[in-house]
């Protein structure tokens, strides 16, 4: 095990949902985003992510000299406040000029809007002192696969990537794969994906990805799998732990809360690749259930953080040498007890 280290927090304005579902409405007011802000230190965390118009609201009607004044008065509101801007996402999947997909949309002139918004990201981020862009491919799939070519769009998302790249000599581009919702079936569905796309863009050492729990799960992939894959290359940059009931919707429960020895498994593996020692953030893409009443809503961020800081002692306090008895007895059995017992503080 790693010797003791602190782990950085992160969440991002949107993890304050009011509770709406493709069935119902808000069951919670808006919040103001100065009041998302103000929670931050209190609930034990030290950064934030933002979309692109979280940090510059409506941006698509406002001028690049506009954005820029407005991303620095952020800049300095963070600053007082102590607090650093892990990322920033360009939110490509708001504009109408995206219904048809982003970067792979059958549209030239709406694959142009993309690219600019992702370069004006960029810039955004750079007022931040923000080095670090998550690409969150949501529309970049099909609901009728034969309406796009899988290999042009991969093609579109490299070139797209190429201009990111191109245009900010430093800016380093994490990929969030995900494999379905809002679309039937993504391009980028695992992390595997993202890599090798890294591979084809201009600079491969700039691009990396984020990982989150609940898209492994809904790829049918162990996210602690994905951690590792992901650290082999040095690639992961950013994480969003949450957890996810099989197959459906994309929950972002509290993390640990469905499947709490697959959370276990997720930080050991934190652990063992040394995340966080090279400034990496722990964030968690959770929001409230629809049933949270406003005073409890920031129960999710805290007890995610909470259940988080738990099994970093329970991996730190797992007896890694009879663990390694049991593996080389190839006595699985009894290793498998072992984990339970350990979580279950027996
Ligand atoms: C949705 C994604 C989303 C992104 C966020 C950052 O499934 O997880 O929450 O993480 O927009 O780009
Ligand atoms: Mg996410």
Redesign the pocket.
């Known amino acids: 095990m790693s010797k003791k280290r602190d782990y950085t927090f992160s969440y991002?304005p949107?993890n304050f949902s009011e509770g709406q579902d493709p069935y119902g409405p808000p069951t919670r007011p808006v919040q103001t985003f100065d009041w998302k802000l103000d929670q931050l230190k209190g609930l034990g965390y030290d950064a934030m992510?933002f979309?692109d118009d979280d940090a510059v609201p409506e941006l698509d009607g406002k001028s690049h000299k506009q954005i820029r004044k407005e991303a620095k008065a952020l800049h300095r509101r963070l600053k007082d406040a102590g607090i650093a801007a892990e990322i920033v996402?360009p939110r490509l999947w708001f504009s109408p000029n995206t219904i048809d997909g982003a970067y792979t949309s059958n549209d030239p002139k709406h694959r142009k809007y993309a690219v600019e918004r992702s370069l004006q990201c960029i810039d955004i981020a750079n007022e931040l002192d923000c080095g670090l862009i998550?690409l969150?491919l949501a529309r970049e799939g099909t609901y009728v696969r034969e309406s796009k070519s899988g290999r042009r769009s991969v093609e579109l998302i490299v070139e797209a990537i190429d201009k990111m790249l191109g245009h900010d000599k430093k800016i380093r581009i994490a990929i969030?794969p995900?494999p379905n919702e809002p679309m039937d079936v993504a391009y980028i569905p695992t992390i595997g994906h993202a890599l090798a796309v890294a591979q084809l863009c201009s600079d491969p050492k700039r691009v990396g990805a984020l990982i989150?729990t609940a898209?492994c799960i809904l790829a049918g992939l162990d996210p602690s799998d994905e951690i590792d894959f992901a650290c082999t290359f040095g690639k992961l940059w950013s994480l969003?732990l949450n957890d996810q009931n099989g197959l459906k919707f994309?929950q972002d429960k509290p993390f640990g809360s469905v499947n709490l020895r697959s959370a276990f498994d997720q930080v050991r593996t934190l652990e063992r690749n040394k995340y966080g020692s090279r400034g990496e953030c722990v964030a968690f893409?959770v929001h409230p259930f629809r049933t949270t009443k406003i005073e409890h809503w920031a129960k999710h961020l805290e007890n995610s953080r909470r259940t988080f800081l738990h099994l970093v002692e329970k991996a730190r306090s797992f007896d890694e040498k009879a663990a390694q008895a049991l593996v080389k007895d190839r006595n699985y059995a009894d290793l498998d007890q072992m984990v339970l017992e350990h979580l279950l503080g027996k």
């Open positions: 991002g949107w992510m979309h996402a998550v969150w969030e995900k989150e898209h969003h994309d893409d």
